[in-house]
């Protein structure tokens, strides 16, 4: 009888072990590698759920609902960690529709990396906010090159792109140029000192549990170095 229970005990031990790392790696790690189309653009959303990405400090803030990625919850951030270029992103260009609520704040980090908790340290951020109280609007390369009045309105989708090739970050609302920097030598970023280009991977953000914003068709066409 003793034999029995212990041989059990191994088994269930290895079975909670065997979830248990299933359950580390299962944000990105086995999702499947979408194809790019005939123009090169990856997805990086499916659709349906959070495969291929992995939420910071409050999960329950980011989920898949209707096509879209919605945000709505505590200060968190959606970070991409699928196959798409092994999430690791240098030259590229990225698209988005967006869209937000009243008074909804989040942004689009790029060259960013994983983080616990906080705003993430790494990169730049793309502002998404027509209505909240932060003076950076849509459209803003955040405290680089800023946009004092969004070029869109809450309750409707509009596009979002982010180009960076070498040095130089694109961004566009709708089609319209909202800001075109070039990162000098040496840059230290005003708001976050460890803000730059370098290369990484994407972050959603949630802002806080007043602001809600939704995502979709999200896709990235990596470039040449």
Known sequence: MKRLAMAVGIVL???CAAWTAWGAAAPGADAPAPKPDKDGWYDLFNGKDLAGWKVSENPDTFRGEDG?????GPRAHAFYVGPVADHDF???ELQADVKTAPKANSGIYFHTAWQESGY???GHEAQVNN???DWRKTGSLYAVQDVKESPVKDGEWFHCEIAVRGKRIVLKVNGRVTADWTEPENYKHPDRPQRGLSHGTFALQGHDPESQVWFKNLRVRPLAD
Do not use: R
Not at 68 to 72: P, Q, R
């Open 13 to 15: 031990a290895a079975a």
């Open 68 to 72: 879209a990625i919605v945000a709505h």
């Open 90 to 92: 240098k030259n590229f």
């Open 120 to 122: 993430p340290a790494k």
């Open 131 to 133: 209505t909240h109280g």
